[in-house]
């Protein structure tokens, strides 16, 4: 007993350090390690798991969509930085170079890729020639590297994983709605596989994407009140285009100017997974998206252990033909107790304990992840009972997270009452925006929080300006970022 109280105590409780919390949870779960380049980590298996698994969720949604995969090179010329100013303004600070190979120096720098509008539009502008290559629809799976000052394992690293899509149609409309799409796959991957509330809406002209004319974006927040920006998607309009002289010919016979999208998630999202649903005891994983969805630990005695074995096999049989992923642990060398504690701290959403005495009964007994709730369940019905189960936990804690969003959401009319929802009360504050930058920076310099967006659907519509008080274009939501 003592071995397992220890082991949860290595994990530093979210009310009296959440960052250290996060820090002690990922690495005691083993999703990662530090590389020794700063700002950079190694995604150990459990880790690149998660990562896998929702690779293949939203790869599922893009080609559904239409979307194709490709790949693009790591670097890109400085001369393609130079054609879209705006672009590489926003990216420099971040930016490194390659300046010589060999001892020798390069006749033009080049950059490792940040994101790759640059080199994509290049590309695009040998493909696209006619209407009949429209709408081209292509997304990429990468890494990409931004040299951060402060850094985070998972949320905000030097180099880290995405995908990112670029598509390029004949009219303004059609690239509108492929941005407003995009962003529809995202909510629906974030709420319906990571059980994570998102508030969609569009960003502020300062927050928007270098040179898009504008961005779209998820929001979702964290238990410590802050918010992460889960996804985005970006209209460019022909920006990029008449930088890479992006043209087709239309059916009219006249040579016009593509218009171009992109849009990305990465491997922050994996950071936002954790830190919306993780606990006190480790992490917590919604089923559909977590590998290991069952672990069925055989309990008992040394001379009951053989045949409590092969009722596990069997167990593991039914629930592995039922499409359910399930592991055994069958270590000797670690009492269930051990067991019990290290797998809620890895967050599998549900435990399967078997025992002679469950066998004698034709039973096995159910723990959720969740809630801690136990369910005796007969050996003849897991098939059935498991998925209801799982799929029980999947929206219960979409429940919770969205609930605890509401409770720490509020509307506010000046600057002092912003300041107390998002440092005090630990929150997102929902208020209006002159649409003025100097009062949006105003907001940025005294609370420290940021704009999120302007969502699509507010709870209520806000009449005056938060910062100067003059009427209200917008009604934005306001919190403290990652």
């Known amino acids: 007993m003592a071995k397992e109280k220890e082991f949860v105590k290595e994990i530093t409780p979210q009310s009296e350090d959440f960052s250290r919390w996060y820090i002690d949870t990922i690495t005691k779960a083993d999703l990662m390690d530090y590389s020794p380049v700063r700002g950079c980590i190694v995604f150990k298996p459990d880790g690149y798991e998660l990562w896998e698994a929702i690779t293949r969720e939203l790869d599922r949604r893009f080609k559904e969509t239409g979307h194709r995969n490709a790949y693009f090179p790591l670097f890109i010329p400085e001369s393609f930085f130079e054609k879209e100013k705006e672009h590489v303004e926003g990216f420099n600070p971040e930016l490194p170079w390659v300046t010589e190979v060999g001892g020798e120096k390069l006749e033009e720098r080049l950059a490792i890729r940040p994101t790759s509008e640059t080199i994509i539009g290049y590309m695009y502008s040998q493909w696209i020639q006619s209407y009949r290559d429209l709408p081209l629809l292509i997304n990429q799976w990468a890494n990409v590297v931004r040299w951060e000052k402060r850094t985070l394992p998972f949320l905000r690293t030097s180099e880290f994983l995405w995908q990112e899509g670029h598509t390029a149609h004949a009219t303004a409309e059609e690239a509108e709605a492929e941005t407003r799409q995009m962003l529809d796959v995202y909510t629906d991957f974030v709420e319906n596989e990571l059980s994570i509330p998102v508030i969609r809406g569009q960003k502020t002209p300062s927050e928007k994407f270098p040179g898009a004319v504008a961005t779209f974006s998820i929001e979702a927040m964290m238990k410590d009140g802050k918010a992460i920006q889960a996804g985005t998607s970006h209209y460019l309009g022909d920006n990029f285009a008449r930088s890479f002289e992006i043209k087709f010919l239309d059916r009219d016979n006249e040579r016009k100017y593509v218009y171009t999208t992109s849009w990305g998630m990465s491997t922050r999202i994996i950071g936002a997974l954790i830190m919306v649903h993780g606990d006190d005891r480790g992490l917590q994983l919604p089923p559909r998206i977590a590998p290991t969805q069952v672990i069925i630990i055989p309990i008992g005695p ?10 596990t096999d069997e167990v593991y049989a039914q629930l592995k033909a039922a499409g ?8 000797e060398d670690l009492s269930p107790g051990w067991k019990f504690n290290e ?4 967050g599998i959403p549900l435990r399967l304990e078997l025992g002679p005495r469950d066998l004698d009964a034709n039973q096995a007994v159910l723990v959720r992840r969740d809630t801690g709730e136990k369910e005796t369940v007969s050996l003849d019905d897991l098939a059935q009972r498991v998925p209801v189960l799982l799929s029980e936990i999947q929206q219960s804690m979409y429940d919770r ?17 912003l300041h107390e929802v998002v440092r005090t009360k630990r929150g997102f504050a929902l208020a209006g925006w002159c649409g003025d930058r100097a009062c949006e920076a105003k907001i940025k310099e005294e609370t420290g929080a940021t704009s999120r967006n302007i969502p699509f659907d507010p709870p209520q519509t806000l009449s005056t300006c938060v910062s100067c008080g003059k009427a209200a274009a917008h009604t934005v939501w306001f919190a403290r970022a990652y």
């Open 302 to 311: 040394a001379k009951t252990r053989e045949r409590v074995l092969l009722a």
């Open 324 to 331: 359910i992923r399930v592991r055994v642990d069958a270590r």
């Open 343 to 346: 797998y809620e701290m890895r």
């Open 401 to 417: 997270a969205l609930a605890f969003r509401v409770e720490r959401s509020e509307p506010v009319s000046d600057i002092a009452q």
